[in-house]
């Protein structure tokens, strides 16, 4: 089955191809909801309550069971992707991993969520539980799962399965901050840089600086559980003969839970203090950092499935990443991050394992049965 296109005799893995083939790129505001029609379309004619959100442009759905803004459980999941080559939005095969855009992040969970609501069919009233679908997780998820739960609705427990690996859940992540670093000088001409003030190298400098306040990469912490800062992106003057008078950084700061965020806004503003006027913080993104309960009786139930079904012990890890889990977080809210074996998301070598996500399914559909049995 080599370079295939994946076989039409698993209803689930029919509707993973057709969810692929949807360009859904964060800001591709018409696919997206192109795609958001399409599922409403498959769930047509099943007895659930249906709401649409459209914030800034990026359409949101939310199904549920039961009429009702907070159900027992709340099912998760992103449908837009950050872009990859053509060839990445047609599903395919190789030995046992099926290939493509979105395949483990995270289309795989819609795909069976679908596949619940239709096998449940006329029983569904008989459980409570909500479908959540936003797309714009990839840039932040501020105009989905945020605006979302600013407007009354949740879930007493949420799965979210954009985080855990290998049947591992997530127990811990750490925070984000993306912030923009604005640096000013005073222009003048190449050939007499002392007349004026180089934007780009008082940049330099207090970047310089506040990156001394972190843990320096590679460190002796093989898990790399501490700050870190990453410089994603610089750009600042005009042309090669001027002094540039501005300049600009995004940077993106990563925090466990035992780091509290005010240490290191405290840091950035010593570092900007040092360099009066010249610097300003413009602050982006702000995402705090969450545990889960291992006790949690839900994710107890979820192992305990795995494990009936197939033997599959599932465990813990700590994620570098962040997921819309931060935005239930805030709320006091438990969500349940754990996925099948797969990998390679964010690149053109994207997969998930074909066996696993069969697996994955049945505990998944059981999962919900015993949890939001109404």
């Not at 984000?176 to 604005?182: A, C, G, M, P």
Request: with cysteine; net charge positive; aromatic share 12%.
């Amino acid at each position: 089955m080599d370079n295939q296109i994946i076989s039409k005799t698993s209803k689930l893995s029919e509707t993973l191809q057709t969810l692929i083939s949807f360009k859904t790129i964060s800001n591709n505001f018409q696919e997206n909801q192109r795609a958001i029609d399409w599922i409403k379309e498959e769930i047509r004619g099943l007895s659930l309550f249906i709401k649409e959100f459209n914030f800034n442009q990026h359409p949101s759905l939310f199904v549920a069971t039961q009429k009702t803004k907070k159900p027992k459980l709340l099912l998760a999941a992103h449908l837009d992707v950050v872009p990859a080559s053509d060839e990445m939005f047609k599903l395919k095969i190789k030995g046992w991993k099926i290939f493509g855009r979105g395949v483990y992040d995270m289309k795989f969970a819609i795909a069976c969520y679908l596949q619940i609501l239709k096998d449940l069919g006329q029983d569904l009233k008989r459980y409570d539980f909500g479908i959540l679908i936003t797309t714009d997780e990839e840039i932040g998820g501020l105009n989905g799962t945020k605006k979302f739960l600013e407007n009354g609705y949740s879930g007493r427990i949420v799965f979210l399965p954009d985080g855990g690996k290998d049947w591992n859940f997530e127990e811990k992540a750490k925070g984000v901050l993306h912030l923009l670093i604005e640096a000013r000088g005073k222009s003048i001409h190449g050939s007499r840089p002392w007349e004026g003030e180089n934007a780009i190298e008082t940049l330099f400098q207090f970047l310089n600086n506040v990156k001394g306040k972190f843990p320096k990469e590679p460190c002796k912490d093989k898990r790399h559980w501490h700050t870190t800062l990453n410089i994603g992106k610089i750009e600042g003057g005009v042309a090669t003969n001027q002094v540039p008078d501005f300049a600009r950084a995004w940077v993106d700061i990563r925090f466990p839970p035992e780091v509290k965020i005010k240490k290191i806004k405290s840091i950035l503003k010593s570092s900007k203090n040092k360099f009066k006027n010249k610097i300003k913080i413009v602050e982006l993104i702000y995402g705090s950092p969450y545990r889960v309960n291992k006790n949690n009786k839900a994710i107890q139930i979820f192992s305990k499935i795995a494990f009936e079904k197939f033997k599959i012990k599932t465990g813990f890890i700590s994620s570098h990443g962040t997921s819309d889990a931060r935005f239930f977080a805030q709320y006091k809210i438990p969500v349940i991050l754990i996925r099948p074996k797969g990998g390679g998301h964010h690149s053109e070598k994207e997969w998930i394992n074909r066996e696993d996500l069969e697996k994955f399914y049945v505990v998944l559909k059981n999962f919900v049965q015993e949890i939001a049995k109404n």
